[in-house]
């Protein structure tokens, strides 16, 4: 069996999750620390928000695709109707179109 990363404690963390960062600002006192620490922060709470807008938009979404099906039934049978209204109906006889001169 082979070790991979991400699956074991043996190997470190490519990223901080937000908690950590805040950790992290308990330990490191610098200015600089303190500045990339607020970044990061406000990373995370940007990436929120954005995760919220997406999974708003991914509801919004789905109920226009639900919305659309519905359409779609409703624009298929008029459709068929249309269709129906062009076949003529049997045993009516078809009329000339145009001037017709009677040869009596």
């Known amino acids: 069996m082979t070790l991979n990363r991400g699956s074991n404690i043996k190997y470190r963390p490519y990223a901080f999750t937000e908690q950590g960062v805040a950790m992290l ?3 490191l006192k610098s200015k600089r620390a303190v ?3 607020i970044a ?4 995370f709470v940007k990436l929120r928000e954005m995760f919220a807008l997406h ?4 509801h919004k979404l789905e109920h ?3 919305k659309i099906e519905k ?5 298929q049978n008029i459709f068929e109707a249309i269709r129906r209204l062009m076949v003529p109906l049997p045993g009516t006889p078809k009329r000339r ?3 017709c001169v009677d040869k009596d």
Do not use: C, P, W, Y
């Open 25 to 27: 600002s308990a330990v």
């Open 35 to 37: 500045q990339v620490n």
């Open 40 to 43: 990061i922060m406000r990373t």
């Open 55 to 58: 999974k708003e938009l991914a």
């Open 64 to 66: 226009l695709e639900r």
């Open 71 to 75: 359409h779609d039934s409703e624009i």
């Open 97 to 99: 179109i145009g001037f």
